[in-house]
């Protein structure tokens, strides 16, 4: 099934009334087949590849556990920026745009080109490793090289989970003035702005009858 935070957010901006545009990797038949339920609500662009990424998940919450069976390779091109299908030229021309960078499995290197009003960051997906196709899914330290993902970001948002591991991207991204927000499943979540100011926890609404804790972040 689809998933990921990429459809997520999309989903949301899109029933507050946006305009929301997906660029993604894989099979473009493959994907749009699995999206067309949200045909209506959003845009798709799809870089081709061989393959879509698929996880196989099992567990729920701090106890889950991911193996890659597929994955479409990294997006793009040039280190400064990656070379998107066409249409991708319009959204970055928006003035106004929303740009959130939401990678799934290692597959962005660069912040694409253009100017943006304002841009997010969810970096689970910089943070997986694997080996072959149907490997166990591990948890790795935040490659310096991906340290520019996080200077002009005014917002990153991950997991507890995930915070050790991201913490030179955490810190380049507080100097740079973005906010950080740090999710704690069922637990209040913790807001970090810049190195100067006091963190701020907020409780979260707890979740009466839980059916799928798959992405809830």
């Known amino acids: 099934r689809p998933g990921g935070t990429a459809l997520y957010s999309a989903l949301q901006a899109a ?10 990797r894989g099979r473009e038949t493959e994907l749009r087949e699995l999206l067309a339920p949200f045909s209506t609500e959003l845009s798709l662009i799809v870089e081709p ?15 889950r556990h991911q193996r890659m ?6 997006m793009g091109g040039p280190a400064d920026g990656f070379e998107a299908p066409l249409g991708w030229a319009s959204l970055a021309d928006d003035s106004g745009a929303i740009l959130h960078l939401a ?3 290692a597959e962005l290197k660069a912040r694409p080109a253009g ?6 960051l969810t970096p689970q ?20 090289a991906l340290l520019p993902l ?14 050790p591991a991201c913490e030179p991207g955490l810190d380049v991204a507080r100097r740079g003035g973005a906010l950080v927000a740090i999710t704690a499943g069922p637990a209040a979540t913790i807001l970090l702005a810049d190195h100067t100011s006091p963190s701020v926890e907020i409780s979260v609404s707890p979740v009466r009858e839980s059916v799928d804790d798959l992405g809830a972040g």
């Open 103 to 105: 990678p799934v499995a």
């Open 49 to 63: 590849a061989a393959v879509t990424t698929t996880l196989q998940t099992t567990g729920s919450g701090e106890q």
């Open 15 to 24: 029933r507050l009334g946006l305009e929301a545009t997906i660029v993604t």
């Open 125 to 144: 997906g910089l943070l997986r490793a694997w080996g072959d196709d149907g490997d166990e899914v591990v948890q790795r330290a935040l490659p310096d």
């Open 150 to 163: 996080f200077e002009q970001c005014d917002a990153v948002v991950l997991s507890r989970q995930e915070r």
């Open 69 to 74: 069976l597929a994955w479409a390779g990294p």
């Open 115 to 120: 100017g943006w009003r304002f841009t997010g």
